[in-house]
C-alpha cells in the first residue's frame, strides 16, 4: 500500500494540475486502472495486481487435495449415530 501512495504521489498528484474535482476523478481513476491492470510489480512475481487477484481467487475456488491439509488428523472415531455421548453426574446417594 505505501508503494502504491508513494508512486501516484511521484507520478500523479505532483505532476497533475486538476481543473476541477470532476476532472481529478478522472485522472486518478485512469491512472490506478492502469497500475493494477498494466505493471507488473516485484511483490507480486513480476504479476499486474489484476493478475495476481486471479490466480488467489483460482487457487481459492480450487478444493484442496485432502492430502495437502496441515490440519491434524482426528484420534479418536466419532460416537455411532444412535449412541448418546451426553454424560449424566453420577451422584452419591
Given at each position: 500500500?505505501?508503494?502504491?501512495n508513494?508512486?501516484?504521489?511521484?507520478?500523479?498528484l505532483?505532476?497533475?494540475?486538476?481543473r476541477?474535482?470532476?476532472?481529478?476523478?478522472?485522472?486518478?481513476?485512469t491512472?490506478a486502472?492502469?497500475?493494477?491492470?498494466?505493471?507488473?510489480?516485484s511483490?507480486?512475481?513480476?504479476?499486474?495486481?489484476?493478475?495476481?487477484?486471479?490466480?488467489l481467487?483460482?487457487?481459492?475456488?480450487r478444493?484442496?487435495?485432502?492430502?495437502?491439509?496441515?490440519?491434524?488428523?482426528?484420534?479418536?472415531?466419532?460416537?455411532?449415530?444412535?449412541?448418546?455421548?451426553n454424560?449424566?453426574?453420577?451422584?452419591?446417594?
Open positions: 500500500m505505501e508503494s502504491f508513494g508512486r501516484m504521489r511521484d507520478e500523479l505532483n505532476e497533475t494540475m486538476f476541477n474535482l470532476a476532472h481529478a476523478r478522472i485522472v486518478i481513476a491512472w486502472a492502469d497500475y493494477n491492470t498494466e505493471r507488473p510489480h511483490a507480486l512475481d513480476y504479476q499486474t495486481p489484476a493478475d495476481y487477484a486471479r490466480s481467487t483460482t487457487a481459492i475456488a478444493p484442496a487435495a485432502r492430502d495437502d491439509s496441515s490440519a491434524r488428523r482426528a484420534i479418536a472415531q466419532p460416537a455411532p449415530i444412535g449412541v448418546n455421548t454424560r449424566v453426574p453420577v451422584t452419591a446417594g
